[in-house]
């Protein structure tokens, strides 16, 4: 009965149980990003050789200076006792450090990704309240049918119908890249968004508004429709709790008890759901990206399989991986602050 | 003038079977201070009538009274907004099930100032000192960290307490309490039927207590309203109800209990209440009553003044030409003879 001093305690070990999970998963990803790509036929040698192709002699002496020769077992060794170090490699290709790439494109990946969830949960929460309040209207089908087609509807295709509708009909929109060649802007803080601001060149910051635009909506959809569509259902279960008719019987206005009293408690599930999307967002940042040639990882590793990078590839799905793991972690603590059952017990 | 006038009163919900109808020609008048037991069993309309007068009938329900007025004001033509300045202020409601009936995810402190910097117009401070205030009323031990808790924080009990202090937080003329026992074990119960007791007397309240269990109107309540089926069967004072029951289902429901019960088996009433497909012609008790006749199965009867209160009945129990009309009527209740 006597209320324990919450927070630290409790919270402390749930930090540290989620952070413990990180190790396993840590070591999974970089089984997988290390054995997969050597699957795919061909070797990066290879790819650089290009089309003239390489003689065998020299073919052999390089593999031999990469280490390709030893067994594949004592290659990823090697690999995993350098990553443990922190040491992720050089590209095969550029012979930069592949922590200095991932730093210098993460910004652009971050920055679409972050306009997506955004577009997404200022369409979809609303959305998904009204369809909720006024269910079984137009307005509710309509909201539901529209985030159906959303929810599936391939990545790509929807990307090139919008680049053909926008860019290519209504020349409304450019076509790919972050921002207009005209400008060169400074990286400051790689976020193209704050870096124009900060620039003496104004213009240069709605030619970023207008090149994030198509990316935002087809990397923001899935999530928006998902959102939507859980935003209604958790509102629904909640609007017929006990303690919504207590709020009016306390004479609170509606849109109190909406706003207030029922999103609080369907917002629970909601951000679960946002944290499961956050991994979505990362998987689809990389069609997105190659889709409208935007200068982020996702586009990086894509070009890293086709050259058989490894060494950008182990790492940039490392560094990922990281990423969606503590964006997780972060959610679910979101997720006790919202949730006081949560946080207290356990 | 009476605090509460309900005249007519019926709540129909659509279903896909056709029209339900909850509450059916309800009529009750409460005067201030004054205590009502409404009793009956499951779906007998008990609460819908309440939730009507409250204004908490839920879409797609429709609520139509002749009259339906509390403390002078017309409430089929009241706005939504004056309607939700008395709702809350001067006629509040608890309900059944403490534990889901308060926000899991504000803090017993926030649901209660939230009434009264609404309808008091109260700042943070002050709402809180009377928070405090009204935590203690309701023997609520160290008011003052309770605030901070959570529902889920709190026992059963003590979640009814502050349900209880949110209710009386703006002095309502008017407390409703929707069984208000029924989800606590049988201790607590008994504490929290005197609280609501001692908090009646203390700022004369009206108080309608709806419940299925006899014996705590028997505790309560000064007049008791029997409800079957959406209608009201008996309405009389509570002695004079507990003494002579006049209609068959209050007498029924009075020899259930096991504090009457003479050994053997508990009395049991056969049958159940009637639903939405097979609600009788007459008497909507007809089928399970024991003094039915063909008359009462054909023929509705009205509510009508007996014996100090109401009641609809062709053959009120302490009707002394009652066993000759019954006879006239050919008798087919199963125990009609005895």
């Known amino acids: ?346 | 003038m009476a605090l509460v006038e309900i005249e007519n009163l019926s709540v129909e919900f659509p279903t896909q079977g056709g029209i339900m109808r909850a509450v059916d020609g309800v009529s009750l008048k409460l005067e201030e201070g004054e205590v009502l037991g409404v009793v009956g069993e499951s779906g007998s309309g008990k609460s819908v009538t309440m939730l009507a007068l409250m204004g908490l009938i839920p879409f797609p329900g429709r609520v139509k009274a002749d009259k339906l007025t509390f403390n002078g004001r017309d409430l089929l033509t009241i706005s939504d907004k004056e309607r939700r300045q008395l709702t809350g202020k001067d006629v509040a409601m608890i309900f059944q099930e403490p534990m889901t009936s308060l926000n899991p995810s504000f803090t017993i402190g926030f649901q209660l100032t939230e009434t009264l910097r609404l309808h008091e117009g109260m700042d943070r401070k002050a709402a809180r000192r009377r928070a405090i205030e009204l935590l203690e009323q309701v023997g609520i031990p160290s008011p003052e960290s309770r605030l901070s808790a959570f529902p889920h924080q709190l026992s059963g009990g003590m979640n009814q307490r502050v349900m209880i202090a949110m209710a009386i937080a703006c002095n309502p003329k008017l407390l409703i309490a929707d069984e208000p026992t029924t989800a606590l074990d049988v201790t607590i119960q008994a504490q929290i039927l005197d609280l609501l007791m001692t908090l009646q007397k203390e700022r004369n309240m009206g108080l309608v207590m709806i419940t299925h269990n006899m014996g705590v109107v028997a505790d309560t309540a000064q007049r008791v309203m029997v409800m079957y089926a959406g209608q009201i069967m008996e309405e009389r004072a509570a002695t004079d109800l507990f003494a002579s029951p006049q209609h068959p289902y209050t007498a029924a429901l009075l020899a259930a209990l096991p504090e009457r019960s003479e050994g053997g088996r508990l009395a049991t009433i056969p049958g159940v209440v009637p639903g939405l497909y097979d609600r009788p012609k007459g008497c909507l008790f007809s089928p399970r009553c024991a003094y039915a006749t063909e008359h009462s199965r054909n023929v509705r009867p009205d509510l009508r003044p007996w014996a100090g209160g109401h009641i609809r009945c062709h053959y009120p129990l302490g009707d002394p030409n009652r066993n000759a009309e019954i006879q006239h009527d050919h008798p087919v209740g199963t125990e009609a003879a005895s």
Request: with cysteine; net charge neutral.
């Open chain 1, 1 to 346: 009965m006597a209320a324990p001093p919450f927070y630290v305690q409790p919270m402390l070990r749930f930090i540290l149980t989620r952070v413990s999970l990180i190790i396993p998963t840590f070591l999974g990803i970089t089984l997988l990003a290390f054995f997969l790509i050597r699957l795919v036929p061909g070797d990066p040698i290879e790819t650089l050789a290009g089309e003239r192709g390489i003689d065998p002699a020299r073919h052999e002496q390089l593999r031999k200076e990469y280490g390709f020769d030893q067994p594949i077992l004592v290659q990823y060794g090697i690999y995993l006792s350098r990553v443990l170090q922190g040491d992720l490699g050089k590209s095969m290709i550029t012979q930069e450090p592949v922590i200095t790439e991932f730093a210098a494109l993460f910004p652009a990946t971050i920055e679409l990704a972050l306009c997506a969830i955004l577009f997404a949960l200022i369409l979809g929460l609303p959305a998904g309240i009204i369809a909720a309040i006024k269910r079984n209207s137009i307005f509710d089908h309509g909201v539901m049918g529209i985030s159906l087609a959303g929810y599936s509807m391939p990545i790509f295709w929807w990307g090139l119908i919008l680049i053909l509708l926008f860019s290519v009909q209504f020349d409304l929109t450019p076509v790919s890249g972050r921002i207009d060649v005209l400008y060169y802007i400074e990286p400051i803080t790689g976020f193209l968004l704050i870096d124009t601001l900060l620039s003496d060149e104004p213009e240069a910051f709605w030619s970023a508004v207008r090149h994030l635009i198509l990316p935002t909506i087809v990397l923001g959809t899935v999530p928006l429709a998902v959102i939507a569509r859980m935003t209604r259902s958790a509102m629904l279960e909640v609007l017929g709790e006990d303690y919504i008719r207590t709020a009016k019987a306390k004479g609170l206005s509606r849109f109190r008890i909406v706003a207030l009293h029922a999103l609080r408690n369907a917002l629970i599930p909601v951000v679960t759901v946002i944290g499961l999307q956050i991994g979505v967002l990362f998987t689809g940042a990389i069609l997105t990206e190659t889709i409208f040639s935007w200068p982020g990882v996702g586009k990086w590793l894509i070009d890293a399989i086709f050259r058989r990078d490894y060494p950008v590839l182990q790492g940039g799905a490392l560094l990922l991986g990281v990423v969606v793991m503590s964006v997780n972690l972060l959610v679910d603590l979101a997720y006790g602050l919202i949730n006081p059952r949560i946080r207290h017990t356990r």
